[in-house]
């Protein structure tokens, strides 16, 4: 009896066996080419759109961080102008008792500035009892660029003796052009009423009562808007009304 002896062949395939039929793949509908490139059109549009919209977002959130800069520094610039403007006040509050007189000639070095202020008062403004006015100090101040004797400036010792020589000085020295008296103001407010001046003075011409206080013009009473015409008040109607 003859052996029978079977031999398998390592890595046969399913073609190797005559009968095997592979299995059936599902099949899918294939779509025309327009459609598939509506589809990828689509996908195209649907990514742009979100890719503005996420740029619209960020430029929206730059914008209301940019917006939040700028209110914190109005907000920050309109305090520090407030506690400017609370500094000066202190300022011109601790020189409430200080007048700066202007063209008293300086004889020397070693002048007696405060003898000198008080002749001044005495003889120019018509203050018999001037000698009799208390002085904190009297100082000359820096020279002058434009060459002219050095102003002067005063500090009362009471308020009263202060205005009392301030009230006579319009009329005082309304023909004495070469002397001026003034109170003193900070720097900032000084350069303020300086500008203001040439319109006070025309106000006056135009015979409106108008007068300096601190820092702006009043006239009849309301501070000076330059967009309203001011109405023509004579100075000396009004003060007929007062007497």
């Known amino acids: 009896m003859s052996e029978q002896t079977s031999h398998c062949t390592p890595n046969a395939g399913p073609t190797s066996n005559p009968g095997y039929q592979p299995p059936l793949l599902p099949s899918f509908p294939s779509l025309p080419l327009s459609q598939t490139d509506g589809v990828r059109s689509n996908i195209t549009m649907e990514m742009l759109f979100s890719a503005v919209n996420i740029m619209n977002q960020r430029l929206e959130r730059i914008d209301f961080v940019n917006e939040f800069g700028r209110k914190l520094h109005r907000r920050n610039q309109y305090r520090k102008n407030q506690l400017k403007e609370e500094y000066l006040k202190l300022q011109s509050h601790s020189m409430k008792y200080n007048l700066i007189f202007g063209g008293i000639i300086q004889t020397d070095e070693e002048e007696d500035t405060e003898t000198i202020l008080k002749n001044f008062i005495k003889t120019e403004l018509d203050i018999p009892d001037a000698d009799e006015i208390d002085f904190q100090n009297v100082h000359r101040l820096r020279p002058r660029r434009d060459g002219k004797s050095r102003n002067t400036i005063a500090r009362f010792t009471h308020y009263k003796d202060h205005e009392r ?43 409106i009562r108008a007068s300096f206080v601190y820092d702006q013009i009043i006239v009849n009473g309301q501070p000076y808007d330059p967009t309203r015409e001011e109405p023509h008040i004579p100075i000396h109607n009004n003060q007929a009304g007062h007497s």
């Open 165 to 207: 020589v301030k009230k006579v000085v319009p009329q005082k020295l309304k023909l004495k052009p070469r002397f001026t008296v003034n109170q003193q103001y900070p720097t900032e407010i000084s350069n303020r009423r300086q500008k203001l001046f040439p319109k006070l003075k025309e106000l006056h011409r135009r015979n």
